[in-house]
T-cell receptor
Framework: AQKVTQAQTEISVVEKEDVTLDCVYE???????LFWYKQPPSGELVFLIRRNSFDEQNEISGRYSWNFQKSTSSFNFTITASQVVDSAVYFCALKNYGGATNKLIFGTGTLLAVQP | SAVISQKPSRDICQRGTSLTIQCQVD?????MFWYRQQPGQSLTLIAT?????????ESGFVIDKFPISRPNLTFSTLTVSNMSPEDSSIYLCSVLVLAGKNEQYFGPGTRLTVT
């Protein structure tokens, strides 16, 4: 079965703190994709990153970085020097490569509140 | 990426009525999808909108309740039929661009409240 677990329901930090959002996934497939999306209070879903299962190289984009550990089935997301504008719900998602429906399996999301 | 627009952005409807949501993309895309996000919940795939043929529905969703059209590669509609308060959700259109890159984008969503 495919499943994405985001154990942290809510996280509150003070501006400029670093914060890591956890994502653990389950899949029987050997090839798959992992995604992170941001949903600010306005409601739209913003694509942040897609990672292939065969590429374990970590990625950094500005203040954002992602740590993919296949051995622990985790794809964690770190925001460095957080800002108030980072306040949002963050979703981790999984999709199997070549799946019949191209279905994204979402975690339950982590609400990040960055206080000024 | 792709620019996706949805109409309406929000609506308040009476139970028993139907609402059709439109999704327009600024470029031809490989695949289009409809997702639902119930209040405070995660996103669930309703169906894949197939161009020129019937949509492919996920378990728990049926065509009579959520008819979908996709007349071309840039446009799709989702109808929520015979609405009840349980249908109050955000409905999001999603597209898959450049299939090899497998990047999937979402529209701004339609916030539906059924009274």
């Amino acid at each position: 079965a495919q499943k994405v677990t985001q154990a942290q329901t809510e996280i509150s930090v003070v501006e400029k703190e670093d914060v890591t959002l956890d994502c653990v996934y389950e899949t029987r497939d050997t090839t798959y994709y992992l995604f992170w999306y941001k949903q600010p209070p306005s409601g739209e879903l913003v694509f942040l990153i897609r990672r292939n299962s065969f590429d374990e190289q970590n990625e950094i984009s500005g203040r954002y970085s992602w740590n993919f550990q296949k051995s622990t089935s985790s794809f964690n997301f770190t925001i460095t020097a957080s800002q108030v504008v980072d306040s949002a719900v963050y979703f981790c998602a999984l999709k199997n490569y070549g799946g019949a429906t191209n279905k994204l399996i979402f975690g339950t999301g982590t609400l990040l509140a960055v206080q000024p | 990426s792709a620019v996706i627009s949805q109409k309406p952005s929000r609506d308040i409807c009476q139970r028993g009525t139907s609402l059709t949501i439109q999704c327009q993309v600024d470029s031809q895309v490989t695949m289009m999808f409809w997702y639902r996000q119930q209040p405070g919940q995660s996103l669930t795939l309703i169906a894949t909108a197939n161009q020129g043929s019937e949509a492919t529905y996920e378990s728990g969703f049926v065509i009579d309740k959520f008819p979908i059209s996709r007349p071309n590669l840039t446009f799709s509609t989702l109808t929520v039929s015979n609405m009840s308060p349980e249908d109050s959700s955000i409905y999001l259109c999603s597209v898959l661009v450049l299939a090899g890159k497998n990047e999937q984008y979402f529209g701004p969503g339609t916030r539906l409240t059924v009274t």
